[in-house]
């Protein structure tokens, strides 16, 4: 067994899904409504629109690859 074995833990698989879905949230926030009009120039509101956007949905996909990695070591 090693050392380094990754825990089932429901509560840190939740929490991984939510904080891929805030920052996809925080990515609609910065492109397509003027919440942070007056605080960001428009360049950089969609520079970070997109960087959030792609961090997120490689969270999501992070996570749920992981989901399913543990659905299939459960089975066995």
């Known amino acids: ?3 380094l ?7 840190m698989y939740i929490f991984e899904c939510a904080m891929a879905v805030v920052y996809v949230i925080l990515a609609y926030l910065l492109l397509f409504t003027d919440t942070f ?3 960001l120039p428009k360049g ?4 970070l629109g ?12 992070r996570a749920l690859k992981k989901g399913m ?6 089975s066995n």
């Open 37 to 39: 009009d007056r605080g």
């Open 69 to 74: 990695k543990r659905k299939e070591d459960d």
């Open 1 to 3: 067994m090693s050392r």
């Open 5 to 11: 074995e990754p825990q089932h833990n429901p509560t």
């Open 50 to 61: 997109c960087i959030f956007t792609a961090y997120g949905v490689f969270r999501i996909y």
């Open 44 to 47: 950089i509101r969609i520079g």
